[in-house]
Nanobody, 127 residues
Framework: QVQLVESGGGLVQAGGSLRLSCAAS????????MAWFRQAPGKEREFVAA????????YYVDSVKGRFTISRDNAKNTVYLQMNSLKHDDTAVYYC????????????????????WGQGTQVTVSS
């Protein structure tokens, strides 16, 4: 099991930027794909972005393509989500998730692929 702690959320005006961080501990970070999900009030948890364990592949939900960038720093056991051109619809609690399978081929995207979750960080975009 891995422990995940998100940070970097906050209140930002539409058009602004935020960078979320997720620090991992408890197992070999570099062997696992990582992802960000979000959940807005009254809505189901939604996949946002994922990065393979190698860092060589990424995947984004269509609504954030070109605005958000996921990256990882294995030396720091940290995954990031750079969010630019934020919109009101991006308002949600953002969760970091770690793949349940080491060295998975491809980029996982389904919630069931992830065995560890952070506590979430609130992102609020004012219009």
């Amino acid at each position: 099991q891995v422990q995940l702690v998100e940070s970097g959320g906050g209140l930002v005006q539409a058009g602004g930027s935020l960078r979320l961080s997720c620090a991992a501990s408890g197992r070999t970070f570099s062997s696992y794909a990582m992802a960000w999900f979000r959940q807005a009030p009254g809505k189901e948890r939604e996949f946002v972005a994922a990065i393979s364990w190698t860092g060589g592949s990424t995947y984004y939900v269509d609504s954030v393509k070109g605005r958000f960038t996921i990256s990882r720093d294995n030396a720091k056991n940290t995954v990031y989500l750079q969010m630019n051109s934020l919109k009101h619809d991006d308002t949600a609690v953002y969760y970091c998730a770690a793949d349940s399978r080491a060295r998975r081929v491809g980029v996982p995207r389904a919630p069931g692929d992830f065995g560890s979750w952070g506590q979430g960080t609130q992102v609020t975009v004012s219009s």
